[in-house]
């Protein structure tokens, strides 16, 4: 995401002003707390510098690593596949294993996943049908002719698309199944060496990349909450009423339980970067050596009431997701969208502010 110049301004003096905050120490809770299962009074203040090295240095290397592996088994079962060695159920295996790896590190998308655009690189959504056979049509032959296929034409999407079909794949579909999966591994190398060198950044050398980046985390958690309640469940639901269609909804995903598989995938990512664990409450993340979720910033700040408004709508939704079957009806689905809602809403009203990060758009906003 790239926040306009004024927002970055605004959430530099926001995030220097709680800095300042900080060296007066943390404010007051403004009421007593509910009962909470936690040494609250324990959970220390935690400075923007250490709310990224715990996405960066902590959290994503190990998200990043596992999605290569992933990435680079889909590559490998691809060829074993087109050269008699796999057989197809083994690689539709693959792809749905690297597909979910792929959800948990990029929900939400920050830094170099913002940067290099990579949903719309390798998630585009929705694919497009045509697209993809003109580009079988073209029939690629390396890494370099795949530069020249549109987006909606690759990725996990279009590798879902043929690898979904009953017929066996030709040699044609196999090579661009090969490349295509090869582009995702070399996608998620990138990925890991951007966020590598992240992992070294001394964040208090600058400032303002610093609040840059804080403001990017808060503002993209909202986006990925966003992307899995509306893009990828409510608004399929949505459309499919109002166009009165019959059938299945055209959710994302081609089965129903590739699609639960996936909403999972994103919100269990989500959730940890916004809950704490029992773990954690029973021993707070030390500064600096874990990650530190938006509920241990909210508790550092002194807002205790709020962090347990937001664990208990965090935990709402947890527990519909958890009961969530493949074959969940549209009511179902729409009651737990609601939940999520209960979340956005809190969060743009009351989380956001009580971070002192304003909340805005972007142009990587519709990936």
Not at 44 to 54: C, D, K, M, R, V
Not at 97 to 112: F, Y
Not at 237 to 244: F, I, K, N, P, V
Not at 332 to 352: D, F, G, P
């Amino acid at each position: 995401m790239k926040p306009t110049t004024l927002a970055l301004a605004i959430a530099a003096g926001l995030l220097l002003a709680t800095g300042a905050a900080h060296a007066q120490g943390p404010r007051a809770p403004a009421a007593a707390p509910p009962a909470v299962q936690t040494p609250v009074l324990a959970m220390p203040y935690y400075t923007g510098e250490q709310a990224l090295q715990g996405i960066y240095t902590h959290h994503l290397p190990p998200l990043a690593q596992a999605f290569v592996t992933a990435a680079d088994g889909l590559a490998a079962t691809s060829e074993r596949h087109c050269s008699g060695q796999a057989p197809l159920a083994e690689l539709r295996t693959a792809w749905q294993q690297a597909l979910l790896r792929w959800q948990a590190l990029s929900s939400p998308a920050v830094g170099p996943l913002v940067a290099r655009r990579s949903q719309r690189q390798i998630d585009f959504w929705p694919s497009r049908p045509q697209l993809l056979q003109q580009a079988l049509a073209r029939a690629p032959q390396t890494l370099a002719d795949m530069d020249r296929v549109g987006t909606p034409a690759k990725g996990f999407p279009a590798l879902e698309q043929l690898l979904a079909q009953d017929t066996a794949l030709t040699p044609t579909q196999c090579r661009f199944i090969t490349l295509a999966a090869q582009a995702i591994a070399v996608e998620a190398r990138e990925l890991q060496a951007a966020l590598d060198a992240l992992a070294r950044k001394d964040w208090s050398e600058s400032p303002e990349d610093t609040a840059t980046a804080f403001a990017e985390w808060i503002n993209q958690w909202l986006g990925g909450l966003e992307r899995l309640r509306w893009a990828h469940i409510e608004k399929p639901l949505q459309s499919h009423r109002t166009a009165g269609r019959r059938g299945a909804v055209e959710f994302p995903r081609h089965t129903r339980e590739t699609n639960l598989a996936d909403w999972r995938a994103q919100w269990q990512s989500l959730r940890a970067q916004a809950r704490l664990t029992p773990a954690q409450l029973a021993q707070p993340p030390q500064p600096g050596q874990s990650l530190v979720p938006i509920e241990a910033l909210l508790m550092g700040k002194g807002q205790l009431a709020l962090a347990q408004r937001w664990a208990q709508a965090l935990d709402a939704v947890n527990a519909g997701m958890d009961a969530l079957k493949p074959q969940a009806s549209p009511r179902e689905l729409l009651a737990l969208t609601q939940r999520m809602k209960a979340v956005t809403v809190l969060y743009q009203n009351e989380v956001a502010a009580a971070l002192d990060v304003p909340l805005g758009f972007s142009d990587a906003d519709g990936d």
